[in-house]
């Protein structure tokens, strides 16, 4: 079944008992959602790189506990909310990168949500141990998840 | 004593035990720092308007906790991180609103950034109960402990 809107998308998230479930409730215009979800997605690339210089550099458990449990807090807020329909255009702090396949293809979106929660829990998870070889190694996976949206759904730059 | 610098501060923090301990760690250049920081001050009114929805309409425990739980791992942060010096100018998303005083006042910083870390776990932890009066309540003082940052530090748009 091919589900047409991001509600669905949402409902479906819900039944898998996903954050995406919250997606119903949304506040403010649409280009509001548009700067707070890039908002939201610019503080988890602050914090990615944040653990990338953590890996790369001296390894300080804290920063990284930090920057892993930012990333997690806001994978399971319900972003779904803020990708309300009709958004794949408009300008939140800069036009939207939005693909309109977004709104097109439901299941994929549930996945790579679902895919996305699972990697940013385990990253929170496994910082909180300061085991920074598991850290380095689960940033591959969070990262590749993160691309595992960006690919189908945002338009280059 | 009179600090001088918002490194001092984080010093003075770290003394403290407060999440602005780590802010001796800052990584990208300054235009970098000043997108984060709006991008996650951007992502925490979301939060508080997500809250402050489910005040004033049908309350949604899970809702709450899920923006309760963003602003206190973003409060938790080491937001000092994303001050260095000089950011008291410069474009992120936008030009900085950010005061001089901001640097040249690091005990008042301290405070404030303290009594909003205190109000955002407090916040978390009310959340959590499903108590909707006592969030009612501390969604009051959390609002309150931005305002006693933004007073001072912040120019109005």
Not at 44 to 60: L, P, V
Not at 70 to 83: C, M, T
Not at 110 to 129: D, G, I, P, Q, Y
Request: aromatic letters at 6%.
């Amino acid at each position: 079944m091919k589900l047409k809107t991001v509600t669905a998308a949402a409902l479906a998230a819900a039944t898998l008992g996903l954050s995406l479930a919250a997606s119903a409730q949304s506040i403010g215009k649409p280009e509001d959602n548009i700067r707070w979800r890039q908002s939201a997605y610019h503080t988890m690339a602050w914090s990615m790189g944040r653990i990338k210089a953590n890996i790369d550099g001296t390894y300080n458990k804290d920063q990284v506990i930090q920057a892993a449990n930012v990333i997690q807090a806001i994978a399971n807020s319900g972003l779904g909310a803020l990708f309300p329909a009709g958004t794949d255009s408009g300008k939140g702090h800069k036009e939207t990168r939005l693909k309109s396949d977004f709104f097109k293809d439901s299941p994929k979106v549930v996945e790579v949500a679902t895919a996305f929660n699972k990697e940013a829990n385990e990253m929170a998870k496994l910082a909180a141990t300061g085991d920074a070889a598991a850290v380095k190694a689960q940033f591959g996976k969070l990262g590749a998840s993160c691309k595992g949206c960006h690919d189908p759904f945002r338009k280059e730059e």
